[in-house]
């Protein structure tokens, strides 16, 4: 069983990304490949791809609802870091509801999170 977001992809291509520009410099430590960022104000610059209504960000790669990842998972936007899977840790989210309703896909439930025996599932870590 892999983690379902590996299947889903829907809130990279539901959300805008926004986050301080600082996560793209990486003199300040910032570890976003600013080539993958566009500037939306003097504060914060968006994941490329996701300022338009058919949002789906420059670093979502696979098949939404399918096979999905962040190419750049270990180093993603806080923001992203933020997003909470329904379920994951026992309780719904709102956020992965309406973006997994906006491709079409049935909500995840506590089921999707139980393991076999012997099943190497491991939860993607919530930090970079």
Do not use: N, Y
């Amino acid at each position: 069983m892999s983690h379902p977001c590996l299947r889903c992809g829907a809130c990279c291509a539901h959300f805008r990304v926004a986050f301080h520009w600082s996560e793209a410099d990486p003199f300040l430590g910032g570890t976003v490949p600013a080539e993958l960022t566009e500037k939306l104000d003097p504060h914060r610059v968006v994941m490329r791809g996701t300022q338009s209504r058919s949002s789906h960000c420059v670093a979502l790669e696979g098949t939404i609802g399918k096979a999905a990842g962040c190419s750049i998972h270990a180093i993603k936007p806080s923001v992203c870091r933020q997003v909470e899977p329904a379920w994951e840790f026992g309780r719904p989210s709102a956020q992965c509801e309406k973006a997994r309703h906006a491709h079409g896909l049935v909500p995840l439930t506590p089921e999707d999170w139980q393991r076999p025996p012997g099943d190497d599932f491991r939860p993607l870590p919530r930090s970079a």
